[in-house]
């Protein structure tokens, strides 16, 4: 039995593949973000930040916690608004990229917005 495909289902298969493909990459080079992760392998945490920033973990939690869940800030901002910024490490790149960092904005001691940030 011979399977042949129309042209449309053939597009579509095409795009299904591509989308199956693509989904394993990125779930390939990219980690979920744990606690002990984060704290022991400190030059590969760019690795879990999207998920971290994409969960939405910190959202709403007091300083106290930050430093509990993330550890000490490697410095803190020097604006008006209160802020910890976080080294993410290095990732492989063929460009010489900008140096990016964990970005995490207070307000009223609470965690008020988890972003990248770029120097």
Request: avoid cysteine; hydrophobic fraction near 40%.
């Given at each position: 039995?011979?399977?042949?495909?129309?042209?449309?289902?053939?597009?579509?298969?095409?795009?299904?593949?591509?989308?199956?493909?693509?989904?394993?990459?990125?779930?390939?080079?990219?980690?979920?973000?744990?606690?002990?992760?984060?704290?022991?392998?400190?030059?590969?945490?760019?690795?879990?930040?999207?998920?971290?920033?994409?969960?939405?973990?910190?959202?709403?939690?007091?300083?106290?916690?930050?430093?509990?869940?993330?550890?000490?800030?490697?410095?803190?901002s020097n604006t008006k608004k209160d802020a910890?910024?976080?080294?993410?490490?290095?990732?492989?790149?063929?460009?010489?990229?900008?140096?990016?960092?964990?970005?995490?904005?207070?307000?009223?001691?609470?965690?008020?917005?988890?972003?990248?940030?770029?120097?």
């Amino acid at each position: 039995m011979k399977l042949r495909l129309d042209r449309k289902n053939t597009i579509g298969l095409i795009f299904f593949l591509a989308f199956i493909i693509s989904t394993s990459l990125i779930f390939q080079f990219e980690e979920r973000f744990t606690i002990e992760n984060w704290k022991s392998n400190y030059t590969t945490r760019y690795k879990m930040v999207d998920d971290l920033i994409e969960s939405q973990f910190l959202i709403g939690k007091p300083k106290s916690k930050v430093f509990e869940i993330l550890g000490q800030p490697d410095s803190q901002s020097n604006t008006k608004k209160d802020a910890f910024i976080y080294d993410i490490g290095d990732p492989p790149s063929f460009f010489s990229s900008q140096k990016e960092y964990l970005l995490i904005i207070f307000k009223n001691e609470h965690v008020e917005k988890v972003t990248l940030a770029v120097e």
